[in-house]
C-alpha cells in the first residue's frame, strides 16, 4: 500500500480541527466549575478558540476553497461549508462580544463546538477525499500557502 510521504493541505487543516476541537473538550471540562479561575479560564480559552476559527475559516476562505472551486465539477460541497462559516462567524462575533461567562456565553460556544463538529466531519469525510483525487491540485505546496498565511494572520490578531 503507498504512503503519502509530506504533508498535504489536508492534513495542516485537519490537524487545526483536532487542535480546536481539544479546546472545546478543555472548555466543556471546565463548564462545572464555578470558581472565579474557572470563569477567567473559559474567557481565555473561548477567545483562543474564536481567533483560531476565524484563522482557520480566512485560510480556508482565501486560499483553499476557490482552489477547490477551480477544479471540482460539483460545488456544492464548498458552497454549504461557505454558509458553514458564514453560520460560525456571526456565533463568533457574539462571543467576542459578551464581558464574562454565563449560561448563554456556555451555550454559545457549546452551539460553536457543535457547528465546528458538523463542519469538520464533512470536510473530513467529503471535501479532503476529493480535493486528494483531484490531479490539478497541488495540495503539498498549498500548505505551504495555508501556513505563510496563518503566520501572518495571527501576527495581526496578536499585534490587535
Not at 25 to 52: H, P, V, W
Not at 136 to 152: A, H, T, Y
Amino acid at each position: 500500500m503507498a504512503t503519502r510521504k509530506e504533508k498535504d493541505a489536508c492534513d495542516l487543516l485537519d490537524a487545526e480541527h483536532r487542535a480546536v476541537k481539544k479546546m472545546f473538550k478543555e472548555y466543556e471540562e471546565l463548564m462545572g466549575s464555578r470558581s472565579r479561575s474557572a470563569a477567567q479560564k473559559k474567557m481565555d480559552l473561548a477567545r483562543t478558540i474564536c481567533n483560531e476559527l476565524s484563522v482557520h475559516a480566512q485560510i480556508e476562505e482565501e486560499i483553499f476553497y476557490p482552489a477547490l472551486r477551480a477544479v471540482f465539477k460539483d460545488t456544492d460541497l464548498l458552497a454549504e461549508a461557505e454558509v458553514e462559516h458564514a453560520s460560525a462567524k456571526a456565533l463568533i462575533a457574539q462571543i467576542e462580544a459578551m464581558d464574562e461567562p454565563g449560561e448563554m456565553f456556555d451555550a454559545k460556544v457549546t452551539v460553536l463546538g457543535e457547528y465546528i463538529d458538523h463542519h469538520v466531519k464533512e470536510e473530513r469525510n467529503e471535501i479532503f477525499p476529493k480535493a486528494r483525487s483531484a490531479r490539478k491540485l497541488d495540495l503539498v505546496g498549498m500548505r505551504d500557502q495555508l501556513m505563510q498565511r496563518r503566520e501572518e494572520l495571527m501576527g495581526e490578531s496578536v499585534e490587535a
